[in-house]
């Protein structure tokens, strides 16, 4: 089967660091994105890896081992508004279609 | 229209009614999704359209749940007999179908099935 894991809740301080992780089993692999999605509100893209690495944009980093099937999504400088669900989702190889998997989300909490 | 757009946003309807979904996807994408997320709970994926392709329908929780889309753009997704447990939000996300390209996700139908 096709699975996505990452954990359910995490709390950190305002400033700090915080590191969301995601493992996934798919058939195949064809990329892994990290939404944004504030609560009553659509997800909007955050990142997207393909090859193995860190991604860094900003405050936001993303990084991937596809031989682990791992990634992580890095915040720094913690600010309020970054108080969200934060998903991970898969595209698994499926040839000719762009279908995507998608895990339950993590609930960042941001405190002062 | 910059943006994905979901009409309508809230639909509060009785059980055994019948509810139409309509997403209108960004000009030129070729691929169209539909999502139910439950409160608190990640994305289920229920159907996917790519271009001329037959639909991939893998995610369509029963015979109750339908979606067409229309001349490559407009998408409706039906329920029929509407039962309590159907109540979410419906979200609808479109892409170029570009293997890097994101979705871009439309705000989403909440539905509400007394």
């Known amino acids: 089967g096709q699975n996505i894991d990452q954990p359910t809740e995490m709390t950190a301080t305002e400033g700090a660091i915080v590191q969301i992780n995601c493992t996934y089993q798919?058939?195949?692999?064809?990329?892994l994105f990290w939404y944004q999605q504030h609560a009553g509100e659509a997800p909007t893209f955050l990142s997207y890896?393909?090859?193995?690495g860190l991604e860094e944009k900003g405050r936001f980093s993303s990084f991937l081992s596809r031989s682990k099937g791992y990634s992580y999504l890095l915040l720094k400088e913690l600010q309020m508004k970054d108080s969200a669900s934060y998903l991970c989702?898969?595209?698994?190889?499926?040839?000719?279609?762009?279908?995507?998997?998608f895990g339950t989300g993590t609930r960042l909490k941001v405190l002062a | 229209g910059a943006g994905v757009s979901q009409s309508p946003s809230n639909k509060v309807t009785e059980k055994g009614k019948d509810v139409e979904l309509r997403c209108d996807p960004i000009?030129?994408?070729?691929?169209l999704y539909w999502y139910r997320q439950s409160l608190g709970q990640g994305l289920e994926f229920l159907i996917y359209?790519?271009?001329?392709?037959?639909?991939?329908k893998s995610g369509l929780p029963s015979d109750r749940f339908s979606a067409e889309r229309t001349g490559g753009s407009v998408s409706t997704l039906t329920i029929q007999r509407t039962q309590q447990e159907d109540s979410a939000v419906y979200l609808c996300?479109?892409?170029?179908?570009?293997?890097?390209?994101?979705?871009?996700f439309g705000p989403g139908t909440r539905l509400l099935v007394l």
């Open positions: 996300a479109s892409s170029v179908g570009l293997s890097k390209e994101t979705q871009y």
């Open positions: 798919t058939s195949g692999f064809n990329g």
């Open positions: 890896n393909v090859l193995d």
């Open positions: 989702a898969v595209r698994p190889l499926t040839s000719g279609t762009y279908k995507y998997i």
């Open positions: 000009s030129g994408h070729t691929a």
């Open positions: 359209f790519q271009g001329n392709s037959a639909p991939d």
